[in-house]
Each structure stands twice: as structure tokens, then as C-alpha cells.
């Protein structure tokens, strides 16, 4: 009952009785699809007009399936064609099958142009015994409820543009201020499928991200903030692996390079703030698929005027490396540290997170992290001082 209700409120959208009065929307299967196996996917045609029409399909359409790195063209071939007889303010539905591309793995996304801009994500994995054979997945059916053109519109301009940037986490301890938590999002600026980014191939890895770390006295009087970062950056990246190769060894995953400010959004004397341009590497040593050490150096310098914080250089230096040892599906450890100008101040931080799942109750799953942290600078209202604490709590991204 609920897609005969939602068209049945489009009322105020009925107009004249034409083909070009429907909304079309693309459903696709809640499961994993198989690389090289088949998906059916339907096209569900809504009629809010107060008028009965017939809709004709099309047994062919042509879409592209894409990834955050490259993109094919499918053909979806459908299981019935002709016009559809859909009544005032109802709906009818259309299924295509496609292929799915060998080498595509992933959360991949499908783009339709015709007969109207549609836009369905898919996800793909590859089957967990080598010999079994690419089965096909259907769309479920049973729990349509088409949405609306301005939801469309939505999806079309910003699925699969968001991703994870730094960790994303929340953890508390026994030393003020207790609470610690952190968020941290980029946005891909260029679509897959944008005219810039086939004139100029290197905006594809265009990136704006934003991430916010705080300190809450969450135990005081009225719980107060100690201090937030506000980091917004604008960033090139790159993710293509130099060795594909499956055995262990070196392999360099990609890099980063940008523009971030930071700062404590304060006045008066705890005001903080700076700008730096940095260049951020990735390598790998092991099998990605099992255990493995991933190294993250940071090189960044100081671009603007430091008068809030003028010696920040001498605790921070200029040079920040990550190293992190684990596997995937396993317990990993990362080490964080930053030397100070003159090799005498700096900070060192350490994050255990181990994956729990809580898939019979809540369909969920994230990690328990512990954080030790000593040196000087959790904080950019303190940067100066030096502290020593441990935290636990959760990490939705590690």
C-alpha cells in the first residue's frame, strides 16, 4: 500500500496526459551482485496524473556503470517491452537484466539517461568459493516505494561523491577533558561522468574534505568544549596501486597533496589558526588481502602568518608519519608521531581498534578503539603543553 500512497499525495503535480508527465526511478537488488554475473534491475513508472496512460519501453537501454576510478557501458535487455496501460495516480515496472562487468568490484554506481536520468547503486563482490558460478540477483520487489523527482535529483548530483577521510571516532577517559571525538567526510568535486574531467583527466582526483576533532569536558560543570579543530582542506588524490600483484612485497597505494586551514574558531587569547600546503604518500609492505604494514608520511609546511601561535613549527615540526600494522578483517594498531623542530618536543599517538559486529540484533558493525596519547599538542588551544592520557570508545572509520 505504501507506493499507491505516495503517488496517490502527487496529486498536485497532475497536468496534462502525456508520457512526459511520468517519473521514473531505478530499483535495484538489496544483495551483492557477482563480477561476470547478471542483475536485474526495474524501472518503475509512476503516473501522478489524474488521467490513465500508456507508457511505452523500450527493450533496450543503455547505461554506464561506473566506480570512483573508471567506468563501462552495459546494455540492459528487457524482460517484456511495449506500452504499459498505468492508471490515474498508480504505478507499473519494467525489468532489465545486465551483466556485470569481470574486473568490477565494489559499490559501483548505474547511470541511466533514457528514458529519463536515473541513477541505482550496485554492489559487487566476488563469490567466496572460486569454483562457484556468477549467480544473478533481483530487485526486490516486494519493497518498492519509487521516490520523488526532487530525491532523484538528490541522488543523481551527490551518491557516491561522499567518502570517509580521517577516522571517525568516539572515545572517553579519565582525565579532563574526558571526551574525544572526531568526524571527517570529503566530497569528490567532478562526477565520473563530468566534461571537465575528460578534458582534464587529473580534476577527476579533485577533493574538498572537512573534519572536525574535539576535546569535551564532558565531566565538569555544564560539560563544556576544551577545544575543536576545524580542518577544511581542498586536495588532489590519486589510489592507483603501482603493484597490483597479489603476493607480498612493496606497493604504493597512492598519495594525496592539498591546502588545509586549521583552527580553533576562538577570539581574544586562545585563538588559534594556521594554513599548510602538505604532501601525503601511502605504501604498503604485505598482502592486502592479509597482514600487512601500511606507512603514511605527511610532509607539510606553514604557509601564512602564524601570529596566534608563532613558535606551533618548534612542537609540531614539519614532518608527520603514520604507521599501521593489521589485516582488514583483524585488530590493527596504528602509531601516529610528529618531532618537533630541534628533535625535543613532539607527540606520540597510539590507536588499537578491533572489528566487533552486532549482526543479529542491530545489522552493525564498527570497531573498539583504545587511544594513548603523549607529547605536546592534542589540542591547538594547547599546543604548547604537554599531556599523557588513554581513552576507549568506538570507530565507525579507522
Same mark, same amino acid.
Given at each position: 500500500?505504501?507506493?499507491?500512497?505516495?503517488?496517490?499525495?502527487?496529486?498536485?503535480?497532475?497536468?496534462?496526459?502525456?508520457?512526459?508527465?511520468?517519473?521514473?526511478?531505478?530499483?535495484?537488488?538489496?544483495?551483492?551482485?557477482?563480477?561476470?554475473?547478471?542483475?536485474?534491475?526495474?524501472?518503475?513508472?509512476?503516473?501522478?496524473?489524474?488521467?490513465?496512460?500508456?507508457?511505452?519501453?523500450?527493450?533496450?537501454?543503455?547505461?554506464?556503470?561506473?566506480?570512483?576510478?573508471?567506468?563501462?557501458? +552495459?546494455?540492459?535487455?528487457?524482460?517484456?517491452?511495449?506500452?504499459?496501460?498505468?492508471?490515474?495516480?498508480?504505478?507499473?515496472?519494467?525489468?532489465?537484466?545486465?551483466? +556485470?562487468?569481470? %574486473?568490477?568490484?565494489?559499490?559501483?554506481?548505474?547511470?541511466?539517461?533514457?528514458?529519463?536520468?536515473?541513477?541505482?547503486?550496485?554492489?559487487?563482490?566476488?563469490?567466496?568459493?572460486?569454483?562457484?558460478?556468477?549467480?544473478?540477483?533481483?530487485?526486490? /520487489?516486494?519493497?518498492?516505494?519509487?521516490?520523488?523527482?526532487?530525491?532523484?535529483?538528490?541522488?543523481?548530483?551527490?551518491?557516491?561523491?561522499?567518502?570517509?577521510?580521517?577516522?571517525?571516532?568516539f572515545i572517553y577517559g579519565p582525565d579532563a577533558p574526558g571526551?574525544?571525538?572526531?568526524?571527517? #567526510?570529503?566530497?569528490?568535486?567532478?562526477?565520473?561522468?563530468?566534461?571537465?574531467?575528460?578534458?582534464?583527466?587529473?580534476?577527476?582526483?579533485?577533493?574538498?574534505?572537512?573534519?572536525?576533532?574535539?576535546?569535551?569536558?564532558?565531566?565538569?560543570?555544564?560539560?563544556? #568544549?576544551?577545544?575543536?579543530?576545524?580542518?577544511?582542506?581542498?586536495?588532489?588524490?590519486?589510489?592507483?596501486?603501482?603493484?597490483?600483484?597479489?603476493?607480498?612485497?612493496?606497493?604504493?597505494?597512492?598519495?594525496?597533496?592539498?591546502?588545509?586551514?586549521?583552527?580553533?574558531?576562538?577570539?581574544?587569547?586562545?585563538?588559534?589558526?594556521?594554513?599548510?600546503?602538505?604532501?601525503?604518500?601511502?605504501?604498503?609492505?604485505?598482502?592486502?588481502?592479509?597482514?600487512?604494514?601500511? +606507512?603514511?608520511?605527511?610532509?607539510?609546511?606553514?604557509?601564512?602568518?602564524?601570529?596566534?601561535?608563532?613558535?606551533?613549527?618548534?612542537?609540531?615540526?614539519? +614532518? %608527520?608519519?603514520?604507521?599501521?600494522?593489521?589485516?582488514?578483517?583483524?585488530?590493527?594498531?596504528? /602509531?601516529?608521531?610528529?618531532?618537533?623542530?630541534?628533535?625535543?618536543?613532539?607527540?606520540?599517538?597510539?590507536?588499537?581498534?578491533?572489528?566487533?559486529?552486532?549482526?543479529r540484533m542491530f545489522n552493525f558493525a564498527t570497531y573498539v578503539?583504545?587511544?594513548?596519547?603523549?607529547?605536546?599538542?592534542?589540542?591547538?588551544?594547547?599546543?604548547?603543553?604537554?599531556?599523557?592520557?588513554?581513552?576507549?570508545?568506538?570507530?565507525?572509520?579507522?
Amino acid at each position: 500500500m505504501k507506493p499507491l500512497l505516495v503517488v496517490f499525495l502527487l496529486g498536485p503535480l497532475a497536468g496534462l496526459v502525456s508520457a512526459q508527465n511520468v517519473v521514473v526511478n531505478l530499483l535495484a537488488p538489496a544483495e551483492a551482485a557477482a563480477p561476470g554475473g547478471e542483475v536485474r534491475v526495474d524501472l518503475v513508472i509512476l503516473n501522478p496524473t489524474p488521467t490513465e496512460i500508456i507508457y511505452e519501453t523500450p527493450l533496450a537501454l543503455r547505461g554506464t556503470l561506473s566506480s570512483e576510478r573508471r567506468s563501462w557501458p +552495459v546494455e540492459l535487455r528487457g524482460q517484456a517491452g511495449g506500452g504499459a496501460q498505468i492508471a490515474a495516480r498508480s504505478f507499473s515496472y519494467r525489468s532489465f537484466i545486465f551483466t +556485470v562487468p569481470a %574486473e568490477a568490484r565494489g559499490r559501483l554506481v548505474l547511470d541511466l539517461e533514457r528514458p529519463q536520468p536515473a541513477r541505482a547503486l550496485i554492489e559487487v563482490k566476488a563469490a567466496a568459493d572460486p569454483g562457484q558460478a556468477p549467480r544473478a540477483v533481483s530487485a526486490p /520487489l516486494s519493497n518498492i516505494l519509487p521516490g520523488q523527482p526532487a530525491e532523484s535529483a538528490i541522488q543523481r548530483t551527490f551518491a557516491g561523491r561522499f567518502s570517509a577521510h580521517e577516522p571517525v571516532y568516539f572515545i572517553y577517559g579519565p582525565d579532563a577533558p574526558g571526551a574525544k571525538f572526531q568526524f571527517s #567526510f570529503k566530497y569528490r568535486v567532478l562526477g565520473e561522468n563530468a566534461r571537465l574531467g575528460a578534458t582534464l583527466p587529473a580534476l577527476r582526483g579533485l577533493y574538498a574534505g572537512f573534519t572536525q576533532r574535539s576535546l569535551w569536558d564532558i565531566d565538569a560543570d555544564s560539560s563544556p #568544549f576544551f577545544d575543536t579543530s576545524y580542518m577544511p582542506e581542498l586536495m588532489f588524490e590519486s589510489q592507483a596501486l603501482v603493484d597490483r600483484g597479489d603476493a607480498g612485497g612493496f606497493k604504493l597505494l597512492g598519495w594525496q597533496a592539498g591546502v588545509r586551514h586549521e583552527s580553533n574558531g576562538r577570539d581574544g587569547a586562545d585563538s588559534r589558526s594556521l594554513n599548510i600546503a602538505y604532501v601525503r604518500p601511502a605504501f604498503a609492505f604485505g598482502r592486502l588481502d592479509g597482514w600487512n604494514l601500511i +606507512v603514511v608520511p605527511r610532509l607539510f609546511a606553514y604557509l601564512s602568518d602564524l601570529a596566534n601561535n608563532p613558535d606551533i613549527g618548534d612542537y609540531r615540526g614539519n +614532518v %608527520e608519519l603514520t604507521a599501521i600494522f593489521g589485516r582488514n578483517d583483524r585488530g590493527a594498531l596504528a /602509531l601516529t608521531g610528529r618531532l618537533g623542530r630541534g628533535a625535543h618536543k613532539g607527540s606520540l599517538q597510539a590507536d588499537l581498534t578491533v572489528p566487533v559486529k552486532f549482526d543479529r540484533m542491530f545489522n552493525f558493525a564498527t570497531y573498539v578503539l583504545i587511544q594513548y596519547w603523549d607529547g605536546y599538542g592534542e589540542s591547538l588551544r594547547s599546543y604548547d603543553q604537554r599531556s599523557e592520557t588513554i581513552r576507549a570508545g568506538f570507530s565507525l572509520v579507522r
